[in-house]
């Protein structure tokens, strides 16, 4: 689950500036950001970072190999 809330930080805890409808005593993970929304924490991310974000499972692992059979409906022995 994935929740985004405002919140101010006092120098010691995060206070929430809404009602959270989550259960007391259960763990979370934080990813903080500013009101830019830089995440990276100050550092550019690497080309090849980005473009595994943008990367997708496209189906089968050996598509590079078997494009024609896949995209034109081609059998196996050529026809």
Do not use: C, Q
Not at 40 to 46: A, I, L
């Amino acid at each position: 689950m994935v929740k985004k809330l405002r919140a101010t930080f006092d120098g010691k805890v995060f206070l929430p500036r809404e009602f959270l409808d989550i259960k007391p005593n259960t763990e979370w993970v934080i990813v903080i950001s500013d009101e830019k929304g830089d995440v990276s924490g100050g550092k550019e991310m690497h080309p090849l970072e980005a473009i595994t974000r943008l990367s997708t499972d496209m189906g089968p692992a050996d598509l590079s190999e078997n494009f024609d059979r896949y995209t034109r409906g081609l059998k196996d022995n050529g026809e």
